[in-house]
């Protein structure tokens, strides 16, 4: 069991990226699918999930309608578009699923699986 994420890099303010995060051993649609990002120095936040009960999907405030989260069920991977990326979005992102909540939860403990992180940079 396994998630893969990818897709980080540097950008410049304005700019977009898409991460990825394949996974392996499991199928995502049972489980809820979340992105979560970490900036130094601060807690990791709840950025998007798309919910296994009713497939909507939710975003923090802080990226709504600059972020958008997809999954594609045939290659069993989620996606993270991030446009109009500003420096405060500098952080490592990790995906994440979880079994019971179905986004209800943005606690880190209630994840089962989570990605090994991949690191944007947004330079102003």
């Known amino acids: 069991v396994q998630l893969q994420a990818s897709g980080g890099g540097l950008v410049q303010s304005g700019g977009s990226l898409r991460l990825s995060c394949a996974a392996s051993?499991?199928?995502?649609?049972?489980?809820?699918n979340a992105w979560f990002r970490q900036a130094p120095g601060k807690e990791r936040e709840s950025v998007s999930c798309?919910?296994?009960?009713?497939?909507?999907?939710y975003y923090a405030d802080s990226v709504k309608g600059r972020f958008t989260m997809s999954r594609d069920n045939v290659k069993n991977t989620m996606y993270l578009q991030m446009s109009n990326l500003k420096p405060e979005d500098t952080a490592a992102y990790y995906c994440?699923?979880?079994?019971?909540?179905?986004?209800?939860?943005?606690?880190?403990?209630?994840?089962?699986?989570w990605g090994q992180g991949t690191l944007v940079t947004v330079s102003s």
């Open positions: 798309i919910s296994n009960k009713d497939g909507r999907t």
């Open positions: 994440a699923t979880d079994p019971l909540f179905a986004c209800s939860s943005d606690l880190e403990q209630d994840y089962d699986h």
């Open positions: 051993g499991f199928i995502l649609p049972h489980f809820a």
